[in-house]
Structure formats: structure tokens, C-alpha cells
């Protein structure tokens, strides 16, 4: 949420760094993202709630947090918990939301997780036409 980007869309928009980030993840990726979000106080519940029903950000915003891979618009740094925050939704995690705080395998690149995803989708593909499901 320190990132100076989210600083910013936080400023220009009128809601806090939080709410940026948590509208972000259910914007993005044509609303096919998520997240979870716990709170105590009633005021940051009913932030969580509209981050997560509303289009708080504009499509410059999400370009701004996202990127798209041009020099012009790189996105936030993608070693960043915002980014990595993701691993609920990336298969590769397979459920296990310990992976959230597995910091052997935060990526410094968008190309690094590319790469990664590419051979898991392979190792998963072998898995499947070789294996015998027990369920």
C-alpha cells in the first residue's frame, strides 16, 4: 500500500491506499479476480465490501497499478504483496493459501512468472495423461 503509485491513485480518487488495492483485485482481469479481506471495524468493513462491488478506478488507474508491459506503463514493481496477493487465484498455487507467505517464490518479473507458469502448465499436462486419479 506504500507504493507510490497507489499513493497516488489513493490521493487523486479520495479513498485509502487499501481501498486502491482491494478494488484493484476485483477490477482486474475482466472482474475474474478476487481476494480476501478481514476487518474489525465496521467503517474499513463497508470499505471492503464497496471496493468489492463498485468500479472505484478508472481504466487509467488500473494501467497505472497493472502495466502493460510497455516502458510507458511498467506497473507497480511486481515483487510487491499487492502482486503476490494473486496466488489465491494462480493454479500453480493448487489451494494451499500458505504459498501467500512463501517468499521463495516471489517473482521479480512479470517475464520470471511467465516463464514459471509456462513449465507448470507443462508439468501439470505430463501429470494428467500419466497418472490415475483415486477420487
Known amino acids: 500500500m506504500m ?3 497507489i499513493q497516488s491513485i489513493s490521493a487523486e480518487a479520495g479513498i485509502s491506499p487499501a481501498m486502491v488495492c482491494l478494488n484493484w483485485a476485483y477490477q482486474r482481469e475482466n472482474k475474474s479476480g478476487g481476494f480476501v479481506a478481514m476487518a474489525t ?3 474499513w468493513i463497508r470499505d471492503n465490501l464497496k471496493a468489492a462491488t463498485a468500479d472505484i478506478l478508472t ?4 494501467l497505472r497499478i497493472s502495466g ?13 504483496r499487492l ?6 487465484l494462480w493454479p500453480e498455487a493448487q489451494g494451499d493459501w500458505r504459498v ?8 521479480e518479473t512479470r517475464q520470471g512468472y511467465a516463464k514459471f ?6 508439468h501439470q ?3 494428467r495423461e500419466t497418472t490415475v486419479s483415486l477420487d
Do not use: T, Y
Open 3 to 5: 507504493d507510490p503509485v
Open 41 to 43: 471495524r465496521s467503517d
Open 59 to 62: 481504466p487509467e488507474h488500473m
Open 68 to 80: 502493460d508491459g510497455s516502458a510507458e506503463h511498467p506497473g507497480i514493481d511486481a515483487n510487491n
Open 83 to 88: 502482486i503476490w496477493g494473486q496466488v489465491f
Open 100 to 107: 501467500l507467505w512463501n517468499d521463495s517464490q516471489v517473482f
Open 117 to 122: 507458469k509456462a513449465s507448470f502448465e507443462a
Open 125 to 127: 499436462k505430463v501429470c
